[in-house]
């Protein structure tokens, strides 16, 4: 066992510090304090970073337990996707071939039950799913689901194109004329309108106003079923990159293959839960309510990300999913080894029960209200809007101050220097 270090400190807290030096030196600890700050208690490292020896305390785990966790979570998710993804696939076949009122339905259920899990994978922004400028990135996530960058009017045109029956369609064209987007405005929007402007082609030129409504659901139909294809072939490579079986990517974050380190690997994990910083406080309630890019209103509620299916709300609900199961644990009653137990580990099990604890309770916020269009509780409800966005923000907080300084990561470099 190493002795630990102890740096000076006044006499008054001598005792103090000799009652917690004797409980550190029992469960082989060892305090540090480099900072000169308010020290803790710090599970002893290997000379490669990672704790000596194995767990001895309920609840512990090292770096290499979390993130082989985290692989084979990460399997399991992208696997259910990939069945969700397929059969969504084959709704919009169903409709495409015959679009009528019943198919379009089945196909909006199918995309609710795609989307369900594709939300809780958008906390998983690691591995091929990450961007390219990051390890092993393919970007795969922006071709599944580009938002928040959106663009009707680019799906509008081209409906009036056809451009979708290119078969190189999807590889020509942007990522916001494709995916979980475009579908959702192709499967959800009934209206008659379009949101381009007079001076656009398709309106200038009477060719938006020239679609009857039967042949405005054809086309849709058959788009839909295009960029479905595409989701679904985007799900099968990505499923295929975390299943043991073929891709394995769960064993480069413990192998140090494209990580140089497994600290490396677990801040690409860290990284990943930042969406929760960035897009869900941010963007999905922060701009809705007006506090970030006002649109001259006291509350926005056309900036929410769902408008169409009339299930934002819904997908924070699943976004918070996804975090949980990557900080408690990620079996269905979230068992398992998660974050939290990396910070037990490390000595901050108070930092643990904190954060799991205002996980929960986002989560038990939201619960009542999934079926209520965010749009809807903005203007009906909105203290629970609030209050949402206020819990989130608190764990935000505990995020990009406590647990990266606990766990030596370093924030997206997006998130630095945020102090909102």
């Known amino acids: 066992m190493n002795l630990l ?19 550190g030196l029992a469960v082989g600890c060892e305090y540090t304090n480099s900072s000169g700050g308010p020290g803790r208690f710090q599970a002893r490292q290997a000379p490669d970073g990672g704790p000596l020896g194995n767990s001895t305390l309920a609840g512990e785990a090292t770096r290499s337990q979390f993130l082989t966790a985290v692989g084979s979570c990460t399997a399991a998710r992208t696997a259910e996707f990939e069945v969700r993804a397929a059969a969504l696939a084959a709704a919009t076949e169903v ?3 015959t679009p009528d009122e019943p198919n379009r339905q089945a196909a909006t259920a199918a995309w609710l039950a795609a989307s369900d899990v594709w939300q809780e994978l958008e906390v998983f922004r690691f591995g091929p799913a990450a961007a390219p400028d990051k390890p092993a990135g393919k970007d795969l996530r922006e071709y599944v689901s580009s938002w928040p960058l959106v663009s009707r009017c680019l799906v509008e045109q081209t409906l009036v194109s056809r451009a979708y029956e290119d078969s190189a369609f999807l590889q020509k064209n942007l990522v916001n004329a494709q995916g979980l987007i475009a579908a959702e405005y192709l499967l959800f929007y009934t209206g008659a309108d379009n949101a381009c402007g007079a ?13 009857d409504p039967r042949e405005r659901m054809t086309r849709q139909a058959s788009y839909s079923r295009v960029v479905a294809g595409g989701v679904s072939l985007r799900a099968q490579e990505l499923a295929a990159a975390w299943d043991p079986a073929r891709g394995n990517f769960g064993a480069e974050l413990v192998g140090r293959g494209v990580y140089s380190s497994e600290q490396a690997a677990l801040n690409a994990v860290s990284d990943g839960l930042f969406y929760v910083e960035r897009y869900v406080k941010d963007l999905k309630l922060g701009k809705p309510l007006g506090l970030y890019e006002p649109c001259g209103q006291a509350i926005c509620p056309e900036s929410v990300e769902s408008k169409y299916a009339q299930a934002s709300t819904r997908h924070i609900k699943n976004n918070l999913v996804g975090f949980k199961r990557l900080v408690v644990g990620c079996n269905d009653d979230f068992g398992g080894t998660g974050l939290d137990d990396v910070l037990t580990g490390l000595g901050a099990d108070d930092l643990a029960m904190r954060l799991t604890a205002l996980v929960n309770e986002t989560l038990t916020t939201i619960e009542p209200w999934v079926s209520t269009p965010l749009e809807r509780l903005l203007t009906d409800n909105l203290p629970v809007v609030t209050q949402l966005h206020s819990i989130t923000k608190r764990v935000t907080d505990l995020l990009k101050t406590e647990v990266v300084t606990v766990l030596d990561v370093e924030p997206p470099k997006e998130i630095q220097g945020d102090n909102d």
């Open 5 to 23: 270090r102890y740096r000076h400190r006044p006499v008054g807290t001598f005792l103090v510090f000799a009652a917690a030096i004797t409980i």
């Open 95 to 97: 409709f495409a071939t």
């Open 199 to 211: 001076a656009s082609a398709i309106n200038s030129t009477g060719t938006w106003a020239a679609l």
